[in-house]
């Protein structure tokens, strides 16, 4: 059965069309299951009716044209009740509907089973029988399996579909993908594809008009990755024995036109690009080989998916080795980095999509950070299609669109202009200090690390760094950083702000931050070797760093060091020791370099963002100068979401009572043992949060630069009484939405609506 399900969805990812795929899903369950009829209904937009699409069983000419509201039939009826319905004699149900087109006069027993994603109904597949009878725990089993392996499949295809259909009148191929809104904005551009590994699922079949060109390439890339394999079986011969060296022949013969080559210029004249025609063959092979019962012969199928890679790796370099960067560029990966970004000229970034990730990914905080709108999450949208194309990210809606017509395009670029007044206004009306209307004073700094040019421009109006990441400029190097390349950026950042506090944080790597010289693979990376678990394991890294900070600090004194990812308090007085050892080395380095030389001794502090510290915050006392929130872990680890997978973005929510009740209780006993706390995570760049934070009592808010002006515009217009009043009624709530709801009625009423449809 294993084997079924996976061939089943195996050929239908691959059919060039939904339409095809439909109709291929439908034949093979009917023959797995041996039914006398499968069919495939799906919902259309609105979601209240269904539609016929593919059956094997029924009368083709109902396909289409066949269709019901949930409230009709028995098949509308497992739509309606979101779950499998199996009946023994259908014709006799109460919820039977004839149908005459479809002409089921023939069937007599039922099985539906809706198709669902992401809570929604996408459609249903029913099986019948002639015979009256209950269809079995297996079969209904094998249907509920199969539907839920392909429903994000079909929510993708479904997606498109709709699209299509809104905009074929425009004659275009505008597509609208899903993801989730990461950060605020509009980006117009030309999509530019940083890949990384590319795989054969990430490519979408296409049609070209240039068949003769489409087999050079082709050609081109056999003879490539036969030089390839050449050189590989010569390196490998002094290590293998002769037997396992036959495997290179049998890539080799693979190679050859009466294997794989043929058929894939084959599909190449059928107008298929060279890609696309890969893919096919390809993926035709492996299913079969899969299907095999002999052992050897199955395991023929991993040769052909490598052998698949090595071609489309020549295929796809040849095409990129043209590839220049969009003068606006929408950057695609399936994973955004720092160094992705760091590569194209900060002006030149209009947009960012990342199939994955979400709100609150590191991915994320860069393009907020940096201004950039983004959309991540785009799960199940093959890489490639995105490749060469028009692009739109709505960052407000979390959408992409591809090819979009000019009337949309149109569209955007008034929502663009609106939002660069709005921006503007912002700054007119910004100045440095920050008073609620009744004159409290609140403290606004910013969070930095990225390194890009413009990062301090509103300079003035900033009073010191809350948070500047130091593993940003780690994740842009080839190797670590030497002691004095990190003193000279380090020094660059405490002169920028001379006067002003700078907060640098140690390396926090892990997690969603990779190094590209240190990977770190683990099934739980964010319950893992993360931040100062991985530096008080490496004590040369720490070193190396705290070293190169005091050094930085000595002709500005305005440095604070703090520890990332403190979950013990054991963490703190090792590191507390290391500190104080590197101290004292640097001390002496100077003494001896220059007689006068007085060391400042930074002011060291802890990130409270681990729920463990929540119970030991009294235990603070006398070990650290200061602490700040890092709302964005703590919400990951108290609400136990990952902050990075989309799946389950809707359930992050730093508005969540509990995640607000556990910061008061942080801001009211760090007052008690008078230890100074500030804010740096991303709830405190949100004009409701830092609105929430001022009322609990904070006065010291980090946020990105970009959000700085729009809650210094929202504090402004404030009352401090009220914010306190606000802040008890939400810690009462019971959920995020009721919380957000009183603090946007709030914002209503100082006239704060323009801020509110500014989003993240
Ligand atoms: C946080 O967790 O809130 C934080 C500021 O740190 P980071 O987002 O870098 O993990
Ligand atoms: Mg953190």
Known sequence: MLNDLRSITHSFVQEPSLEMALASLVTDIKSALNSDCCSIYLAESDQSILRLQATDGLNPKAIGLTQMSFDEGLTGWVAQREEPIKIHNAKRHPRFKNFPDVQEDEFTAFLGVPIIHRRQVLGVITIQQSQAR???????????????????????????????????????????????????????????????????????????????????????????????????AERMSAHLPTQALAIFDIYLQLLEDASLGNEVVEKIDKNWCAVSSLKIVVERYVSEFEKMEDPYIRERAVDVKDLGRRLLKHLTNASSQHKTIPLAAIIIAEEVTASMLAEVPRDQIKGIVSIKGAENSHAAIMARALGIPAVMGLRDVPLLQLDGVDIIVDGYNGQVFTSPTEAIVEEYKNLESEDLEFANQLKLESDEIVETADGKRIFLSINSGMGFDGEFAEQEHIEGIGLYRTEYPFMMRQRFPSEQEQQLLYQQVLSDFIGKPVVMRTLDVGGDKQLPYFPIIEDNPFLGWRGIRLTLDHPEIF??????????????????????????????????????????????????????????????????????????????????????????????????????????????????????????????????????????????????????????????????????????????????????????????CIRPDQVKFRVNRYMLNIGAAGILRAGK
């Not at 070990?623 to 973005?649: E, H, M, P, W």
């Open 134 to 232: 209950f269809f079995d725990r297996d079969e209904e089993a094998f249907l509920v399996t199969l539907s839920a392996q392909l429903a994000s499949s079909i929510a993708n295809v479904s997606l498109r579909m709709k699209s299509e259909s809104t905009y074929v009148e425009h004659e275009n191929n505008a597509l609208v993908l899903k993801g989730v809104s990461a950060s605020s904005g509009v980006g117009i551009g030309h999509s530019y594809l940083v890949q990384t590994e590319i795989d054969l699922s990430d490519v979408s079949l296409r049609k070209v008009s240039n068949p003769e060109f489409q087999k050079t390439r082709y050609f081109n890339a056999v003879e490539a990755t036969r030089a390839d394999i050449k050189k590989m």
């Open 543 to 732: 070193l190396v760093q705290i070293r190169a900070m005091i050094k930085a600090n000595v002709f500005t004194d305005n440095l604070h060091i703090m520890l990332p990812m403190i979950s013990d308090i054991g963490e703190i007085d090792e590191a507390r020791r290391l500190f104080n050892q590197a101290y004292l080395e640097v001390q002496d380095e100077l003494r001896d370099a220059d007689a006068g030389a007085v060391v400042p001794k930074p002011k060291f502090g802890v990130m409270l963002e681990v729920p463990s510290m929540l119970f030991q915050l009294r235990h603070l006392k006398g070990k650290v100068d200061f602490c700040s929130i890092g709302t964005n872990d703590l919400t990951q680890y108290l609400l136990a979401v990952d902050r990075n997978n989309d799946k389950v973005a809707n359930l992050y929510d730093a508005f969540h009572p509990t995640v607000l009740n556990a910061i008061k209780m942080i801001a009211d006993v760090t007052k008690e043992i008078g230890i100074p706390c500030s804010v740096c995570g991303e709830l405190a760049g949100d004009p409701g949060g830092a609105m929430l934070l001022a009322g609990m009592g904070f006065t010291q808010l980090s946020m990105n630069t970009k959000n700085l002006l729009r809650v210094k515009w929202v504090l402004k217009k404030t009352n401090s009484e009220q914010l306190t009043e606000l802040a008890d009624d939400v810690l009462n």
